[in-house]
């Protein structure tokens, strides 16, 4: 049977691309059965039986290897989060934030800094330092000069990439200079209350004339640390991660345990000592998401 990718659902029909062609396709019944352990998403390879050129049915979902829900949109390459460096000033506590939720939810991350015309050079070179020091790429681009466009423009190449960030930072122009003619929505994130401007009535895949898809989604609706624990949050800190075997305990939080070999690591400045405040300030709001929402 032939395969292709959904890259749209919408009004029960899942749109499926095969090559150059695009199947508008139903999922079989076995799909709908209240215990179906999977349910087709924008993203997923599929195999489908045609029943004409135009028109199908999803017969099987290949296994995914990453699943976002909010957006509902799976095998995302990576996340593209954008943050300025000045107007509005750049927010490392927030772009931790986002790391935290792509980190979870297994997507690599490209940090894009805009507005880099703006910054002093120095600047610029230390929130670039911070974050490669993590082990993430950080591309400071200007739609003034057009520095990181062709930068950022090789890395989405055969990608499936989705757009999220900081409001007010200039997504949608920077999007524009990438994508003359597509116009895609941008999920501006509050910087205040860590939510969602705008939530979108589907997704879309949309092919890059250089191979790959970014998705048309307004990225991550919500910042709240919904179904993560405090050893997944933890989890989330990729420099935390590459030290944790040498704790003490195993399944070390690196708060106050003896013998923790992050904490120490903060000491010494071999961590950041503001990406470690962060992380103790998300434990917080981690508590006290989960004192709202106990099941009882």
């Not at 120095?122 to 400071?140: D, Q």
């Not at 739609?143 to 499936?160: C, F, H, M, P, S």
């Amino acid at each position: 049977m032939p395969e292709g990718r959904i890259v749209k659902a919408l009004s029960g029909f899942y749109y499926v691309a095969d090559g150059d062609r695009v199947i508008q396709c139903r999922a079989r019944g076995l799909f709908k059965k209240k215990d179906a352990k999977v349910n087709p998403l924008v993203g997923d390879w599929v195999v489908y039986e045609s029943v004409s050129e135009t028109e199908g049915y999803i017969m099987q979902v290949h296994e995914r290897k990453s699943e976002l829900l909010r957006p509902p949109v799976s095998n995302v390459d990576q996340a593209i989060l954008v943050f300025s460096l000045k107007e509005p000033a750049f927010s490392s506590l927030l772009l931790d934030k986002f790391l935290v939720h792509t980190e979870h939810a297994g997507i690599d991350s490209v940090i894009v800094l805009s507005k880099a015309d703006l910054a002093g050079a120095e600047e610029t070179a230390e929130v670039i330092r911070k974050y490669e020091r993590v082990g993430y790429r950080v591309i400071p681009t200007s739609k003034q000069d057009g520095r990181g466009v062709n930068e950022l423009r090789a890395e989405l190449r055969d990608r499936i990439s989705v757009f999220a960030g900081q409001s007010g930072v200039g997504k949608s122009s920077l999007i524009n200079l990438l994508f003359p003619g597509i116009e895609l929505q941008t999920g501006d994130v509050s910087q205040k209350l860590g939510r969602g401007r705008h939530t979108t009535r589907h997704v879309e895949l949309i092919p890059l004339a250089e191979g790959g898809y970014v998705a048309d989604t307004p990225g991550f609706s919500s910042l709240e640390f919904i179904g993560l624990s405090e050893l997944d949050l933890a989890r989330s800190f990729r420099e935390f991660e590459q030290l944790a075997d040498g704790c003490r305990f195993r399944g070390c939080l690196h708060l106050s345990e003896p013998g923790c070999a992050v904490r120490e690591a903060v000491e010494t400045d071999e961590i950041d000592p503001a990406r470690y405040e962060h992380y103790k300030q998300f434990t917080e709001e981690l508590k006290e998401y989960q004192r709202r929402n106990k099941p009882w």
